[in-house]
């Protein structure tokens, strides 16, 4: 009998844990993940797959990277993008000196993993300093990135400027020749970003509902008391750096490797690191999809308007008003939402969600 | 419940900030399984204790030593370690988690697995998780918790978050648990509740207890210890009915000018 | 021998005047952060869209001693209303969404700056509107020539100017918030936001009050800076650049901002002569500032002159 009794508190407390407790989510997000691996990369244009789902997966990557850090674990960052920088010249190095066996994911992999002891690297002095005396640190690791890609030319193979990513780094254990698929082309790479960002959402998502998101939170919300309790809040947060750099790293490298199909310093200027942040505001501090609201949102924003611009005063405006009025709105809207909805995009959606769930009677 | 050895050594502590001495050469011992009340006027000192007890502050000079180990200058983790937990003053829940998410932080040091482990959700991992959990429910049930598991703390009125602290304080299952004013605020039946839940942590568990009240006839009725401190000093230190008859626990609360 | 003094003195000279820039973009921080807690994003497009109110003014004509005037109202104009419709909704939340707010706000502010006037990048030959504004015109040639010398030493002549008023700004200031009710409130405001509110200090005003000061501040710096960097983005970035300095101070002290200003101003110019030369690279100027911020703060994380204090629980 009590054998019984045991056996079903364990079902019903990884019940109670499931990733989507409600079946209707649950089939809504098999099918979205169907529809986006099968049906996507074949009614999808070239244009639509390069200019808007790859661009947005690589920078989803990053703002959700950045969301670890600073959303969970409350450790403000201003050098997103110097990690990126490190992780996507990382992933050219490895591809360009290793042997033949070297692939793509495990590269960006190994890329990821050096980022993220970079990150641990300027994380440290979050033991000492806090709040928003860390910014300096973080602002550090942005202009180094920089001025050390600038200053050692080998990271770039000498070249000027840019190298555009050469087509067989694309190659996967020899799929491409052996079935004579074209793995450099926008399909195959859209298939591997969403396959990567797939699995490190979901790798997150595990990470965040387990104890070491649980001692994340903790270190955000008091620190003090975390570590009364016995959460190593030192080590918490040198993880927290070293995961989220990882994501970091890793989305840099899509961002050339899947976006620009070029790497150069200047992508990663001081300018990216900021967009990345508006993402994981706009989006949700603290929420894992919430970074992908915030990036559909940021990035689309801009092309939207300035479509609908064109659109509805056919040109009657230069495209610089129509950029400094998707500013202004942009601006108007962040400041909006914080005084609505500090919980961002994904905060806004749980309402929602949780209105429809009792429409048409609430209460 | 009957005292047994010292389990708290508390050696001339002298705590300075700045230019004021909260704690001024205190010395007391708490034995093992009873219940210590500290008591004393506000600004005496009190908090300061506790905060040097589970080495939140780190005292000019003295010792404190817990179950037979010098503590005095030990992160608060590593005293955790050796069994000792607390709940604050102005409640040290975190806000943006749930009830459940904030009681399961108590469990992190029994967790065993990587993160690794964790971010793949894969065996120790997953059977932690459901250890942890069912840890937890057996304290949401002792608590009376049950109906707000997945409630964010923020939500809570401040009775029920005092409470939740001190469940994440329980599951960690320590040998020491302080207290810092757990019924301030509150009103007769919750302190009620709050006692009750002391004296029973108390007797089931064996736990010691060391905690902060202001209410005296709370002190006097589930005590088997009390602590005076006022001005950063040491006024009294006895029974309940020893203190009671102190007169200069009398005067410092009646309130005499020294 | 090998060592040159000349040089070495021009370098620390250089590092104290650029210092004192940098002190006075920090001193925008600091007062913000003292008021509200947190860190002003936007404070470096509103350098930009003070710079580029003046620059527009003048372009078309108008009088420098109109035009300066005029920038300054509207910066106060844009204080108040940053008060009104972005610090007083978000007072009661979490320090982050105010910072975040800020963010929004730079955003806002850069959009508005550019639709406003332009999004070109303008030279602002401060020099020469003071030549003509303070000098008749016959006898222009107090800042045209360019350098002075003293001591066989080279200084611009502009950057005396420009350390002279910003050095003023600073004095003002500091006895502003030391002496005067006005003052006194902020800093009450600074300690405590519901202590301060329960004695009757008006926190909306002090707020007001804060905006428009960090709007006039904005408008002075954005001149100063202007004249090194051109009126463009490249001044958001420059401000970044005041960051260790109030780092380095204390985010909520005005001596603080000075002396870190100093510190970080010759820091950066001895760090990039000669330490570029030991280890043989060039350019870590970037980068320099920031570390040596981390060194101070590691040593005290409050800053030099940041209140340090024993978090209680
Ligand atoms: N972190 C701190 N920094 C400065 N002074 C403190 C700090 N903690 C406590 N104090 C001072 O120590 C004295 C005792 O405070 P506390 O221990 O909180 O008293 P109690 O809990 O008995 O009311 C008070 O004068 C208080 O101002
Ligand atoms: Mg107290």
């Given at each position: 009998m009590i054998y019984r009794e045991t056996g079903t508190f364990i079902t019903s407390y990884l019940e109670d844990r499931k990733l989507f407790p409600i079946p209707f989510d649950k089939w809504a997000m098999a099918v979205f993940m169907l529809f986006m691996i099968f049906v996507v990369p074949f009614i999808a244009s070239d244009y639509w797959l390069a200019a808007h789902l790859i661009p947005i997966?690589?920078?989803?990557?990053?703002?959700?990277?950045?969301?670890?850090?600073?959303?969970?674990?409350?450790?403000?960052?201003?050098?997103?993008?110097?990690?990126?920088?490190?992780?996507?010249?990382?992933?050219?190095?490895?591809?360009?000196?290793?042997?033949?066996?070297?692939?793509?994911?495990?590269?960006?992999?190994?890329?990821?993993?050096?980022t993220g002891v970079i990150g641990i690297i300027f994380g440290l002095p979050s033991i000492r300093i806090k709040g928003f005396y860390l910014l300096v640190s973080t602002l550090a690791a942005q202009y180094?990135?920089?001025?050390?890609?600038?200053?050692?030319?080998?990271?770039?193979?000498?070249?000027?400027?840019?190298?555009?990513?050469?087509?067989?780094?694309?190659?996967?254990?020899?799929?491409?020749?052996?079935?004579?698929?074209?793995?450099?082309?926008?399909?195959?790479?859209?298939?591997?970003?969403?396959g990567i960002v797939t699995a490190l959402a979901l790798f997150a998502k595990n990470l965040m509902r387990s104890a070491t998101g649980r001692n994340f939170m903790a270190v955000r919300d008091m620190d003090i008391a975390a570590s009364v309790i016995g959460i190593p809040v030192i080590r918490t947060k040198m993880l927290a750096f070293f995961v989220s750099c990882f994501y970091c790293g890793v989305g840099g490298a899509l961002f050339c490797y899947a976006y620009l199909q070029v790497l150069g310093i200047r992508t990663f200027e001081m300018n990216r690191s900021f967009e990345i942040l508006f993402m994981a505001i706009i989006g949700g501090l603290g929420s894992i999809a919430g970074s992908f609201y915030g990036t559909v949102l940021v990035y689309e924003f801009p092309i939207l308007f300035s479509w609908a611009g064109d659109y509805l005063f056919k040109g009657a405006f230069d495209t610089a008003v129509v950029d400094n009025v998707a500013k202004i709105t942009y601006g108007i809207l962040i400041i909006a939402l914080l005084i609505r909805e500090p919980g961002g995009l994904a905060a806004l959606w749980a309402t929602a969600k949780q209105k429809l769930r009792t429409w048409p009677f609430p209460h | 419940m009957a005292a047994g050895n010292p389990i708290l050594q508390i050696d001339n502590i002298t705590l300075v900030f700045g230019g004021?001495?909260?704690?001024?050469?205190?010395?007391?011992?708490?034995?093992?399984?009873?219940?210590?009340?500290?008591?004393?006027?506000?600004?005496?000192?009190?908090?300061?204790?506790?905060?040097?007890?589970?080495?939140?502050?780190?005292?000019?000079?003295?010792?404190?030593?817990?179950?037979?180990?010098?503590?005095?200058?030990?992160?608060?983790?590593?005293?955790?370690?050796?069994?000792?937990?607390?709940?604050?003053?102005?409640?040290?829940?975190?806000?943006?988690?749930?009830?459940?998410?904030?009681?399961?932080?108590?469990?992190?040091?029994?967790?065993?697995?990587?993160?690794?482990?964790?971010?793949?959700?894969?065996?120790r991992a997953r059977r932690e998780e459901v250890e942890n959990r069912r840890a937890v429910e057996e304290v949401i049930e002792f608590l009376h918790l049950q109906g707000i598991r997945k409630t964010p703390v923020g939500k809570l009125p401040y009775g029920l978050q005092k409470r939740v602290e001190l469940a994440r304080a329980l599951v960690a299952e320590p040998t020491m648990l302080l207290q810092d004013e757990p019924m301030t605020g509150m009103n007769l039946e919750e302190k009620k509740d709050m006692s009750c839940f002391a004296l029973e942590i108390n007797r089931e568990y064996g736990t010691t207890i060391v905690l902060i009240e202001h209410d005296m006839s709370v002190v006097m009725d589930i005590s088997d210890h009390v602590v005076v401190l006022d001005y950063g000093a040491k006024i009294g230190d006895g029974t309940p009915d020893e203190v009671k008859n102190n007169q200069d626990v009398i005067d410092a609360y009646l309130g005499v000018t020294h | 021998m090998g060592f040159d003094w000349v040089f070495f003195t021009e370098l620390i000279v250089g590092g104290l005047m650029s210092g004192v820039m940098y002190s006075l973009v920090a001193i925008g921080f600091v007062l913000i952060y003292k008021s509200s807690g947190i860190f002003n994003f936007a404070q470096g497009t509103m350098l930009l869209f003070a710079a580029l109110t003046f620059v527009k003014l003048t372009e078309g004509g108008v009088n420098f001693w109109v035009a300066l005037p005029v920038s300054m109202g509207t910066m106060v104009v844009f204080g108040i209303l940053v008060e009104r419709f972005m610090m007083r909704p978000l007072a009661n939340q979490s320090l982050l969404s105010l910072f975040m707010a800020t963010v929004g706000l730079a955003?806002?502010?850069?959009?508005?700056?550019?639709?406003?006037?332009?999004?070109?990048?303008?030279?602002?030959?401060?020099?020469?509107?003071?030549?003509?504004?303070?000098?008749?015109?016959?006898?222009?040639?107090?800042?045209?020539?360019?350098?002075?010398?003293w001591l066989d030493i080279l200084i611009s002549k502009f950057d005396v100017f420009a350390t002279i008023v910003a050095g003023t700004m600073i004095l003002i200031l500091a006895v502003f918030f030391q002496k005067t009710r006005t003052g006194m409130s902020l800093r009450a405001v600074s300690d405590d936001h519901l202590a301060a509110m329960a004695v009757g200090i008006p926190l909306s005003r002090v707020w007001a009050l804060v905006w428009a000061v960090t709007?006039?501040?904005?408008?002075?710096?954005?001149?100063?800076?202007?004249?090194?960097?051109?009126?463009?983005?490249?001044?958001?970035?420059?401000?970044?650049?005041?960051?260790?300095?109030i780092l380095i101070g204390g985010l909520t002290s005005i001596p603080g901002a000075i002396v870190g200003g100093l510190i970080i101003g010759v820091g950066e110019k001895l760090g990039e002569i000669y330490l570029g030369d030991l280890i043989g690279v060039q350019g870590i100027e970037t980068w320099f500032s920031y570390f040596i911020a981390l060194v101070f703060l590691l040593f005290r994380p409050s800053g030099l002159f940041g209140l340090k204090t024993i978090e209680r629980v």
């Open positions: 997966l690589a920078y989803g990557t990053a703002a959700l990277g950045l969301n670890l850090l600073t959303g969970m674990t409350g450790q403000l960052s201003l050098g997103t993008a110097g990690f990126m920088c490190f992780g996507a010249f990382f992933t050219f190095n490895i591809m360009l000196r290793s042997p033949e066996w070297m692939n793509l994911p495990l590269a960006m992999v190994l890329a990821g993993s050096v180094f990135a920089l001025w050390f890609f600038r200053s050692y030319p080998y990271f770039l193979n000498y070249a000027t400027a840019t190298v555009t990513l050469p087509d067989h780094h694309f190659d996967l254990f020899g799929i491409g020749e052996t079935f004579d698929v074209d793995m450099a082309s926008f399909e195959a790479k859209y298939l591997m970003s969403l | 004021v001495t909260a704690l001024n050469g205190i010395s007391f011992d708490v034995a093992e399984g009873e219940i210590c009340a500290v008591i004393g006027p506000n600004g005496a000192g009190k908090s300061s204790m506790l905060n040097v007890i589970n080495g939140v502050y780190v005292p000019q000079e003295g010792r404190v030593v817990f179950k037979g180990q010098d503590c005095t200058r030990m992160r608060p983790r590593q005293i955790a370690q050796l069994g000792m937990a607390r709940t604050f003053q102005n409640i040290g829940l975190f806000q943006g988690m749930t009830v459940l998410e904030n009681i399961l932080t108590g469990r992190c040091m029994k967790i065993r697995s990587t993160w690794l482990e964790q971010g793949l959700n894969i065996g | 955003i806002l502010i850069e959009g508005l700056a550019q639709y406003m006037w332009d999004s070109a990048i303008h030279g602002l030959q401060l020099a020469d509107f003071l030549d003509l504004a303070l000098l008749d015109p016959v006898n222009m040639t107090i800042f045209v020539v360019d350098y002075i010398e709007g006039i501040i904005a408008l002075i710096a954005g001149l100063l800076w202007a004249e090194r960097v051109s009126v463009s983005f490249t001044l958001v970035e420059a401000v970044l650049k005041a960051l260790p300095v």
